[in-house]
């Protein structure tokens, strides 16, 4: 029986250069837990816009990102206008796709409830931990637009709530198990 060997993002950016785009973000931001729920939403928006896209796109177009969406603050978000939405679909440096930037605006909405119900978006996410890729897809596209699997796979794997971010080995990976709480090492179903 052949070995599968499986490519992880631990492999792809052990070829790159310590300046690289790829680099930066693996070893500072992907796994790692994050604290508010503005930057929840900013990761869950920018994982859906690299829906059909390379990860690389939304990583040179991050700042962009959060000029454009005011910071992925959930509020503002939730607030904007159709001026609003014709302004971010102008937008050359952002992804300038209607369904997505509509996603951004009803997401948020969809979070501010959350926040009401739940006093807060991590709060929810974290009411529902740990539970299987397929329920965390399930619940996701019950909630929000734009969620399908690989999206919501990604955004709980780098957001720290599904294992498989980084290889045991790599010296990220003790980075994050440092400051994950206790209940996030609960195993995953």
Partial sequence: ????????????????????????????????????????????????????????????????????????????????????????????GIIRNRLKINAAVENAKKILELQANHKSFKNWIELHHPLPKDEWVKLFKKNFRFTGGE????FLMSTGYLPGAHKEECSVFAKIKKQKPAWMDNKHK
């Fill in 151 to 154: 999206i919501v796979n990604e």
């Fill in 1 to 92: 029986m052949e070995t599968i060997i499986v490519k992880t993002y631990c492999d792809f950016v052990a070829k790159l250069d310590n300046g690289s785009i790829h680099k930066l973000y693996h070893d500072e931001e992907y796994g790692f837990p994050l604290k508010s729920d503005n930057e929840l939403f900013a990761r869950l928006m920018l994982e859906i816009n690299q829906a059909g896209l390379s990860w690389e796109t939304i990583l040179k177009k991050k700042e962009n990102f959060f000029k454009a969406y005011d910071n992925f603050e959930i509020a503002r978000v939730a607030a904007y206008s159709e001026e609003q939405v014709a302004r971010l679909m102008n937008d050359p």
